[in-house]
């Protein structure tokens, strides 16, 4: 496929009176979006579909956030993991958000993330999926998303006057892979925060963005993957958030590598790291999101 950040064929949400074919890329707002520079390629957040026909009626659905430090969006943490979660019975959306290097910052990307979770969740009926099941996935600065949009998401509001803002934005479950946590402290990953935040951010502003500081007893569960050898982003950013969550008895689990560094996917080659979507899909059949072994 076309890399995410090239593609122009959209679609728009309500025009898909069915189940959108694999490979459609949907876009979040038909005009420019919230916050928006213009109307081009990089300026429209979208996300493209993994919904093949073979998928149950009503399937669970994931929302998948590469990282890239908010400068970029890592391939190999986009459609290989939607296919993957396709091969577990569950339907898939690879998101593509607004990005630091075309000159956006928060809120703009948390606007895209959660959009996307409620254009999911609004459709769920015509494009046959189960508006009760609706995760997020997100990898390293992909991960920051993703537990920002599980910490800070907006409830339904039936009064909203676009329908797909009328439903709620909070993913029943979030899967973090060596996620960017804390913008605060030593462990903070410098780059991802300076390019969602600008390099003159609050420390105000930083521990608002900092999601282990933002769990509450409404935060979703959450499965967590970090290798204790990442340099660029500690393994103390998923044990901070872990942490918190455990405090608010919200379920999680960690699993850790002792080696893998950063950026590694689903695993590839490795026999150690390749397990973990393994593991991942079984903390999900105990959250009744896949049948799949």
Known sequence: MMPLTQRTDYQSVLSLKSRPVVGTFIRLWDQ?????????????????????????????????????????????????????????????????????????????????????IRTVRAMAGPWQLDAGRVGILGFSAGGHLASTAATQFEPADAGRKDPVDRVSSRPDLAILVYPVITFTGPKCHEGSCANLLGPDASIELRKKLSSHLQVTAATPPCFFVHSTDDKAVPVENSIMMADALTRCQIPNEVVTYDHGGHGYGLGGNDSELSQWPAACAKWMRTRKFCEAP
């Not at 399937?59 to 459609?79: F, I, K, R």
Request: with cysteine.
């Open 32 to 116: 420019v979006a919230p916050l928006g520079h213009g109307d081009g390629p990089a300026d429209i957040p979208a996300m493209i579909a993994f919904t093949p026909p073979n998928l149950p009626a009503k399937c669970a659905t994931v929302v998948v956030c590469p990282g890239g430090g908010y400068w970029g969006l890592a391939e190999h943490e986009a459609d290989p993991v939607a296919q993957w979660l396709n091969s577990i019975g569950i339907a898939a959306f690879v998101l593509r958000y607004r990005l630091g290097a075309n000159n956006y910052r928060h809120p703009a990307m948390l606007m895209d993330a959660a959009r996307a």
